[in-house]
């Protein structure tokens, strides 16, 4: 069984700059996910994907080299990530890699630790589906059912009308992808399948680890986590 790891790291983040190397609780942001790879010794390779060389500098500080850049074409903020893991793949095979499993593992997701990873490969392992891939979730924390839409006005209109009435322990919980993890296998990446939402199974996180930082209301959120996980 190989496995590839890749973390997409582009340096173009807008809201927080260079978020991904920015040092987060005394490393740069991008070593804790390194980390928590390295110490799941899931990983045949390790690859953080980046059109930057001062990125890769960074990484290769850490100890992790970047076998190639990132086309820029693939780098800007309108990339969705699939084009990016083909891409990757498609790169390494040329190389004479090739992988059984495919880990997209995000940079901006310091909370996600080791086990988790380990984890979740078992019950990626277990699934009975092996076309199925899989994502890190997490419970919403009330319920869904219960949501409003607000006009401009601030009026409410409730989504499921009548469901606010209804007991929380009554209604089933629900999950949200979470953003800081998936697994697929290979024929889902380098296949010609139709991307989809039907096909992924769940490896469920704790919601301190849920965290992918995108804004500084994220980043102060999951600096108070990190020191609390951490004392």
């Not at 693939?74 to 083909?86: E, G, H, N, S």
């Not at 209109?157 to 009435?165: E, R």
């Not at 469920?204 to 102060?220: A, F």
């Amino acid at each position: 069984m190989k496995r590839l790891a890749i973390i997409p790291a582009r340096s173009g983040s807008k809201r927080i700059l260079n978020k991904n190397i920015k040092y987060f609780c005394g490393k740069p942001m991008i070593q804790h996910i390194l980390n928590a790879a390295n110490e799941s010794k899931l990983f045949n390779k390790i690859h953080v994907s980046t059109e930057s060389s001062n990125v890769a500098s960074v990484c290769e500080e850490i100890g992790i080299t970047t076998d190639f850049l990132r086309p820029k074409e693939l780098a800007d903020d309108m990339t969705p990530i699939m084009p990016v893991l083909k891409y990757t793949l498609k790169k390494y095979l040329d190389m004479g890699e090739k992988f059984d499993e495919v880990w997209l593992l995000m940079a901006c997701s310091p909370l996600v630790q080791s086990n988790d990873l380990i984890k979740a490969s078992k019950v990626f392992l277990r699934r009975e589906n092996k076309s199925k891939s899989l994502i890190a979730v997490t419970e919403y924390p009330a319920p869904i059912e219960w949501a409003f839409e607000s006009d401009k006005h601030n009026n409410l209109t409730p989504v499921q009308p009548g469901a606010f009435l209804i007991r929380s322990q009554d209604i089933a919980p629900k999950f949200y992808d979470t953003g800081t993890f998936a697994i697929f296998p290979n024929d889902a990446i380098s296949g010609n399948e139709k991307e989809t939402d039907k096909n992924f199974i769940s490896y469920t996180l704790p919601r301190s680890s849920s965290i992918d930082i995108d804004t500084l209301d994220d980043w102060n959120f999951a600096e108070i986590i990190y020191k609390g996980m951490n004392r």
